[in-house]
């Protein structure tokens, strides 16, 4: 019925018979009665000392010392500041708070503001005969990718796109989408992502309240690329942009699922998301060696982290059909096919995966970062017992 004990007593001092002397004898329990039991000793100076009892089995001594340590420290800091707030009181020190702080998050990188741009064209400026993107029927080197976005980019400006300007994208997962991407970030303006396998009121939903200053499907899109076939293939610079392209400008704006209401639109700027990408990369070890595929609907800011990483350390990327993950066999010969590294996705999508007799030959992936669900343990022990690859 009880797993901690708390108590208060005096010391032997505290027994105080007239005619009678008391002394306390030292003897302790053979075994603890709970895991865990604090119990505060008043002295008759005024002092206290706190004590634990703890069964050795269940509780290891350092973690007993540090509760301890940790315990007093609070008592010590409301002593001291008696009026703070129970919880403003300092109850780890220092040194710990320090050590804490230092293990709470991943790589620290000191990164200028910057812009989306600068990070994207430095990658291909490196490595322009490098490929960049590779789906079922297209293959684009570094060079090509961004020659063709610069010419759509070009385009854009023409048309009266500049910074802080919003452009809808209502494009599913491709290479076309890619491009448009980078394009409209290069004219300066911000892009929304629309999937066109959304239901129409939620289309009409998102057009009707961030309400873009341009629209392209994908028949809009492929008419203003032949348009734009004879802009410049060169990079927009500043000068040829509307207005000066700065980090704390817009890059995108991403909307919520609306699972607690309405679904609310999320502006997103170059530093920001620039700075992420950098710290990403930092943490995931991706090297221009890997080849990702993408896995998130593009109306998913998920999707940008796996498009934007890989195209700013020179990697390859893996474009598959739309809705390819609803065609198991498809995705599942596409990661033998493209000789796939680094493979993004959810828990439930990679317990499935771990069912099928392909995975013994995906002897490529090197790492699987998953989130957006709880991992079951089953699954992990799952996959240490069938891939090599690292699991994040």
């Known amino acids: 019925l009880v797993r901690l004990g708390f108590s208060v007593r005096k010391s032997a001092d505290g027994f105080a018979i007239d005619g009678v002397t008391s002394t306390q004898l030292e003897l302790g329990a053979a075994s603890a009665q709970v895991p865990l039991a604090l119990a505060i000793v008043l002295e008759a100076d005024g002092t206290a000392v706190v004590e634990a009892e703890y069964q050795t089995d269940v509780l290891s ?20 500041e008696p009026r703070r707030r129970l919880a403003n009181l300092d109850m780890l020190g220092a040194a710990d708070r320090a050590a804490l702080l230092d293990r709470s998050h991943g790589v620290l990188v000191d990164e200028p503001a910057n812009t989306l741009v600068t990070l994207l064209e430095s990658a291909a400026a490196a490595t322009p005969d490098a490929l960049a993107l590779l789906s079922d029927d297209t293959e684009l080197t570094y060079a090509a990718l961004h020659a063709r976005a610069n010419r759509l980019a070009h385009w854009l400006i023409g048309h009266g796109i500049g910074t802080e300007d919003l452009v809808g994208l209502r494009l599913g ?147 598959p059909k739309p809705n390819a993950f609803r065609d198991i066999r498809y995705v599942a010969d596409l990661i033998s096919r493209r000789q796939v590294t680094v493979l993004h996705m959810v828990p439930s999508m990679l317990s499935t995966f771990l069912l099928l007799p392909e995975i013994s030959e995906w002897q490529s992936l090197r790492q699987i970062p998953v989130g957006g669900e709880a991992l079951p ?16």
Not at 61 to 80: K, M, N, P, T, V
Not at 377 to 392: I, K, S, Y
Request: with cysteine; aromatic share 6%; proline share 6%.
């Open 61 to 80: 001594e350092a973690l007993i010392d540090g509760l301890l340590a940790h315990f007093g420290q609070l008592l010590d800091s409301a002593l001291r």
């Open 377 to 392: 343990g089953e699954v992990a022990d799952r996959f240490f017992n069938t891939l090599e690859a690292e699991l994040r």
């Open 173 to 319: 997962t491709s290479v076309e989408f890619i491009v448009a991407v980078l394009a409209v970030l290069k004219a300066g303006g911000a892009y929304l992502p629309i999937d066109p396998a959304y239901p129409d009121d939620r289309i009409e939903y998102l057009v009707e309240d961030a309400n873009p200053r341009l629209l392209l499907g994908a028949v809009e899109l492929a008419a203003a690329e032949e348009m734009a076939a004879q802009l410049p293939a060169t990079a927009p610079t500043d000068a040829e942009r509307l207005r000066p392209l700065l980090p704390a400008n817009l890059a995108y704006v991403i909307y919520t699922s609306g699972s607690t209401g309405k679904p609310k639109g999320v502006p997103v700027p170059h530093n920001a998301i620039a700075e992420h990408i950098v710290c990403f990369t930092a943490d995931w070890n991706m090297t221009a060696a890997d080849r990702l595929m993408q896995s998130s609907s593009v109306s998913f800011d998920a999707s940008l982290v796996d498009i934007a990483i890989t195209l700013t350390v020179g990697a390859q990327l893996i474009v």
